[in-house]
């Protein structure tokens, strides 16, 4: 049957749900007997999905794969059993109003088939519900996102792009669905890697005002270093021969955490707080929250180090806390930021990070178990890395070296909207290959271009409608049924599946999710458009058709506002 995409059901499938989660038990509980589980309705009410494919139906159970085990009957001829059950049940009208077919297929998928009239209903709840359409109904949690969270030690590269397009959109999705969602920005301003950045800018400001000085080895080396020194230089003079190295660190990293904002806000990311790990350690929390940890029983001493027992949550191996000179590692602080966090009464922690984090999961998930958390409350999306291509050339980053390609880059290359969409084209958990050429094209190949081109070109045919005279009765939905082309039929059930798309985006915490959903959207409106003339000699086809663009519209506008993209009305 090919690949499928799981999904939850909406609000506006329940009803159908319902009643079919309804037959589907009866009707199992014939077939086994004694032998059908106690939780029957549970089970059947969770095993339905969207078929990939709309010549597989609206609705498919996966029930009969999840029991045949259990029940000691292949799947199959379980299947054709269960249908032989269930099919009597569509000569009643009600249900035979909704559903026009049950077919099983492959190995054992049931699947439901709607019928016309029900799927043509959408485009009257779509009008009426407007921007609210695909919203799902759902308990809301207090969630925290934080991502990005670089260093201020270097502008913003494509990768932080990468992870600043999921997680802004990720947030986006999330409160659509009725969570309540903040985003933070943990600024590691403090440490080794800022005690390099102010000998970096130190020796660039001595250079330009004619003193030797060693660059040093461990220094960073991009244009950046310099242009900061320059304006330094400029503000200060001869002044900054005799400031000390911590002028120059609070200088660099402030001056680049304006700059990583200013990247952000271009690119549509607006954080509702930046928590400092300077404030941080100076807070007395990561003191304190050492001492919790030994009060649990759950550090030790060994070669002159203080360890955390991660082991005993499931970590591969111990970790430093406290190393022998009386220095903490990373995690000790990252412990107290993650305390702070769930002190402040999150349902759920959000952290997406980079690929450089994997064995980063245990050990911070075994902490806020040792802290009398559930494990469960953070969840760690590692965003993987991305690939930039010119042409024929790879570009390679590295910001230490000074070698690397900014946001800021991408912003002036492609713009915002390419930018996000091309992001986020891949699962965040797969290698990204961001093709600049592609993001740059007018073309229908440039998948972006695609989608918005298919939302204003639905607006111009508005345009040609209303200066010629014509309007739209919503009152009148009669005229649906003139919607039977097999292209409006296509485009018809993927808007049906806007709603199961976006809560199956949030559980999943996969943005990406909604961009093959609006491809497959924009591809059957285009196929629809070229294949059927909107405005007829016929007036009921004529406003048919057009209520069918406006509910593909509105489709298109939300998906794209969920990923952070615009939906322009002229292109």
């Known amino acids: ?70 029940l000691r009957r292949p799947p199959r001829p379980l299947a054709e059993a269960l249908l032989a059950q269930l099919e009597p049940h569509l000569a009643r009208p009600a249900l035979q109003a909704r559903v026009s077919k049950i077919a099983v297929e492959g190995p054992g998928f049931v699947n439901f088939y709607y019928s016309a009239k029900e799927i043509t209903q959408v485009l009257p709840r779509i009008r009426k519900e407007g921007g609210d359409y695909g919203r799902p109904r759902i308990p809301s949690k207090k969630i925290l996102l934080e991502f990005v969270s670089a260093n201020p030690t270097g502008p913003l590269t494509v990768a ?37 950045l102010g000998r970096s800018i130190r020796s660039r400001v001595l250079a330009e005002i004619g003193v030797a000085d060693e660059f040093p080895e461990e220094g960073y080396q991009g244009e950046y270093i310099r242009q900061m020194a320059k304006a330094l230089v400029g503000r200060h003079g001869e002044a900054l021969r005799d400031k000390p190295e911590e002028f120059f660190s609070r200088a660099g990293k402030e001056s680049i955490l304006e700059g990583i ?25 990561v003191e304190e929250v050492l001492g919790l940890l030994k009060s649990k029983g759950f550090v030790y001493e060994k070669d002159g180090a203080v360890w955390f027992e991660s082991t005993r949550f499931g970590d591969d191996k111990d970790r430093v806390l406290v190393k022998s000179d009386k220095a903490t590692t990373y995690l000790l602080p990252d412990i107290a930021y993650h305390r702070d966090k769930l002190e402040r009464g999150y349902d759920l922690l959000v952290n997406i990070l980079g690929p450089d984090h994997h064995g980063y999961i245990l050990r911070i998930k075994a902490a806020v178990e040792a802290l009398g958390y559930p494990r469960e409350r953070l969840e760690i999306l590692i965003a993987q890395l991305v690939t930039l291509f010119e042409g024929d050339k790879t570009l390679r980053m ?35 290959d961001f093709d600049l050429a592609l993001a740059k094209s007018q073309t229908p190949e440039n998948p972006v271009f695609y989608i918005q081109y298919a939302h204003a070109r639905i607006e111009s045919v508005k345009k040609l409608h209303r200066e010629k005279g014509l309007e739209i009765d919503w009152e009148k939905t009669e005229c649906l049924e003139r919607l039977t082309q097999p ?28 961009v093959p959903y609006l491809q497959e959207v924009a591809g059957a409106f285009h196929k629809c458009y070229a294949a059927n003339r909107v405005i007829t000699e016929e007036a009921s086809l004529t406003q048919a058709r057009m209520m069918l663009l406006i509910g593909t519209q509105q489709v298109i506008r939300s998906g794209l506002e969920l990923l952070g993209v615009s939906a322009p009305v002229k292109m």
Not at 267 to 280: I, K, M
């Open 261 to 285: 904002k200013k990247d952000l806000k271009d690119f549509g990311v607006l954080f509702d707080r930046y928590f400092s790990q300077e404030v941080l350690m100076k807070s007395g929390k």
């Open 1 to 70: 049957m090919g690949g499928r995409a799981q999904a939850a059901f909406s609000e506006m499938t329940a009803p159908i749900k319902e009643e079919l989660t309804r037959l589907l038990s009866e009707a199992l509980r014939k077939i086994a007997g004694s032998a059908a589980p106690g939780n029957l309705e549970a089970l059947v009410a969770s095993s339905f999905e969207i078929p990939r494919e709309p010549k597989f139906g609206e609705i498919s159970s996966t029930m009969v794969l999840r029991l045949a085990k259990e």
């Open 398 to 432: 590295s910001t230490r070296a000074g070698e690397f390609v900014t946001l800021r880059e991408i912003l002036d290359a492609v713009g915002k909207d390419a930018g996000r969409f091309f992001f986020l084209m891949r699962k965040f958990d797969a290698h990204l």
């Open 487 to 514: 292209e409006e039929t296509e485009l018809l059930r993927r808007l049906v599946q806007f709603e199961d798309v976006v809560l199956a985006a949030a559980k999943t915490l996969e943005p990406y999710r909604l």
């Open 160 to 196: 932080h792009g990468r992870q600043a397009a999921l997680g802004d959109s990720l947030a986006l999705i999330l409160a659509f669905c009725g969570h309540r969602v903040t985003r933070e920005y943990y600024n590691n301003d403090e440490g080794v890697q800022i005690h390099w």
